[in-house]
């Protein structure tokens, strides 16, 4: 076990953990921040997305050890009220069904738009590609990617 200072949504947050422990399963059981989704558990199915640094990375095979000293955003992080124009954009398009999937969908989908605020059809195929969404509402996920682009 070992103590943690983390900074999980501008929030400073100490835990005593294992150093292999999955952010995952901190940000779940020790911070309760529970936003994140299990999904496989080997980091291919992007249930899990959060960002590092402002990056998309899967939490779910990353190893608290490797970002205790970065910056972790959640997507309890991503806005305080919900209304992150990706957010919003998911809502006008009615993109969840059964909405497992869609805290990584956003998350991956935000630091898309952060490193190219106008993605191309390909951009966003190339971005989102590895986020599986079981009910298949993709269409509606590259729609609303496109509004919050544009918002």
Not at 69 to 92: N, V
């Amino acid at each position: 076990m070992a103590i943690f200072n983390l900074k999980i949504n501008g929030e400073n947050h100490q835990v005593d953990v294992d150093p292999e422990s999955p952010t995952l399963w901190v940000l779940r059981d020790h911070v309760k921040l529970v936003g994140t989704k299990y999904g496989c558990g080997i980091g291919q199915c992007g249930a899990c997305t959060i960002h590092i640094d402002g990056q998309a990375m899967r939490s779910c095979s990353l190893p608290i050890s490797a970002v205790a000293d970065k910056s972790i955003t959640t997507i309890e992080g991503l806005s305080k009220k919900g209304d992150h124009p990706l957010q919003k954009a998911w809502i006008e398009h009615d993109v969840p069904q059964c909405g497992y999937c869609q805290a990584g969908q956003i998350m991956n989908a935000a630091s898309l738009l952060n490193n190219n605020p106008n993605p191309s059809d390909a951009d966003i195929d190339a971005a989102m590609n590895g986020n599986i969404c079981r009910c298949g509402t993709y269409v509606r996920i590259k729609a609303a990617i496109k509004t919050a682009a544009n918002s």
